[in-house]
């Protein structure tokens, strides 16, 4: 079974609310599934957008899951908290110098090329709003779930401290997050 067949299997097995088929479908019809997840830090490959939602999945799963939790929600939330990279990277090229041959090459690599400057957590939450609903608990963990690495986060602004301790969510899904990227994540600039 490949990523996008992993993926949409955990889905649609786990979320039976109004829209959950419609979401799917339109991501189907975007890049979500072939996009990488970052220029070059973490799965920055071919697959790699969905490759990180299902490691946060897992590391979710496997590290924060308890009682307290609604699966149908931790799903929303980890597979779906990057969905603001879909249509979002482009493949360029650039001249790099061959250090064997001392020729220049043209390589690959990513770009970003965002036709909706809308932030990161928020835009996840509006372009999956399209489709469903969130809880209120959803909304927040998606939106807050790059913590300090967010912009509004960085200005002083009190709300991420306290979406953090009213929704123990959002702080999961950080945790989740963070752990997938840095430590359980192959590290690549590859384009395959």
């Keep these: 079974m490949n990523y996008h067949e992993k993926f949409e299997e955990i889905f649609m097995k786990n979320v039976k609310r109004e829209g959950a088929k419609e979401l799917m479908e339109w991501l189907k ?9 970052s220029t070059k830090f973490h799965c920055a490959c071919e697959n790699g957008l969905v490759m990180h939602s299902l490691s946060v999945y897992n590391t979710y ?3 924060h899951f308890d009682d307290t939790d609604n699966m149908e929600s ?7 908290h990057d969905l603001c990279k879909a249509q979002f990277y ?3 090229t650039r001249n790099v110098k061959n250090e064997e041959t001392g020729q220049w090459e043209k390589v690959p690599y990513y770009t970003v090329e965002d036709s909706f400057p809308y932030g990161h957590g928020e835009k996840s939450v509006f372009l999956i709003e399209r489709f469903m609903r969130l809880k209120t608990s959803e909304a927040m963990a998606i939106r807050w779930h790059m913590g300090g690495f967010d912009d509004s986060a960085k200005s002083g602004n009190f709300a991420i401290s306290l979406a953090y301790e009213k929704y123990p969510m959002a702080v999961k899904l950080h945790l989740s997050d963070l752990e997938s990227t840095y430590l359980r994540e192959k590290h690549t600039s590859q384009i395959k």
Excluded: N, R
């Design 61 to 63: 799963m496997d590290k």
């Design 29 to 37: 019809k975007t890049d979500f599934f072939t996009a990488p997840a």
């Design 90 to 92: 482009k493949t360029s």
């Design 74 to 80: 931790v799903v929303i939330c980890t597979l779906l």
